[in-house]
């Protein structure tokens, strides 16, 4: 159970967009479209921004968008904001429901 | 409304024991399969255990394997996490954590708002 790799920063200007890489291996990532993303604002609980690698449970905005090839997802934030500054954790299952965080990027808006 | 929420933290010393809880509201909590999830003071989340909404079905991260045990009681609509040989590296806010799976796979859709684990000598 090793992490998943993300850049440990990343910044953009309001109106920007960014994208947040995370890399596994072919026994997380590469093997199952169960890739995640989570938003972390410090002191509050995780929130889920991203399902299934790219579709969005419902109230979140279409501002963030997910993909995955091979080993490497990828979440996009567009028309950045100032209330997008946070952390932010990707995750995959590596078999049955035993899964695996990303160490966590983040993300500041300039 | 959904509500996750955990207690049982605070301080033991190593090699200590510690029980926490999460009760959930709002939710057929039979249902649905939970998790514990971690971060430790500057680091990243960690995925602690899983357990399927009968509790048939129990995994654990290797870091924690052998020491933590997880339950639920259906009737109390309940989830715990039975901590043992308490460790410095097993301090961390523990969250308690809901998987949405019928028809789609939403890991940890629903959170608590954390319960503070504090291992110290």
């Known amino acids: 159970q090793s992490a998943l790799t993300q850049p440990a920063s990343v910044s953009g200007s309001p109106g920007q967009s960014i994208t947040i890489s995370c890399t596994g291996t072919s026994s997380d990532v590469g093997s199952y479209n169960l890739v995640s993303w989570y938003q972390h604002h410090p002191g509050k609980a995780p929130k889920l921004m991203i399902y299934?690698?790219?579709k969005r449970p419902s109230g979140v905005s279409n501002r963030f968008s997910g993909s995955k090839s091979a080993n490497t997802a990828s979440l996009t934030i567009s028309g950045l904001q100032a209330e997008d500054e946070a952390d932010y954790y990707c995750c995959s299952y590596e078999g049955s429901s035993v899964r695996v965080f990303g160490g966590g990027t983040k993300l500041t808006v300039l | 409304e959904v509500r996750l929420e955990e207690s049982g933290g605070g301080l033991v010393q190593t090699g200590g024991s510690l029980r926490l809880s999460c009760v959930a509201s709002?939710?057929?909590?039979?249902?649905?399969?939970m998790n514990w999830v971690r971060q430790a003071p500057g680091k990243g989340l960690e995925w602690v255990s899983y357990i399927s909404g009968s509790g048939n079905t129990i995994y654990y991260a290797d870091s924690v394997k052998g020491r933590f045990t997880i339950s639920r009681d259906n009737a109390k609509n309940s989830l715990y996490l039975q901590m043992h040989s308490l460790r410095a590296e097993d301090t961390a806010v523990y969250y308690c954590?809901?998987?949405?799976?019928?028809?789609?796979?939403?890991?940890?859709?629903?959170w608590g708002q954390g319960t503070l684990v504090t291992v110290s000598s």
């Open positions: 709002g939710v057929t909590f039979s249902s649905y399969e």
């Open positions: 299934e690698v790219s």
């Open positions: 954590s809901r998987d949405t799976v019928f028809g789609v796979v939403m890991p940890f859709d629903y």
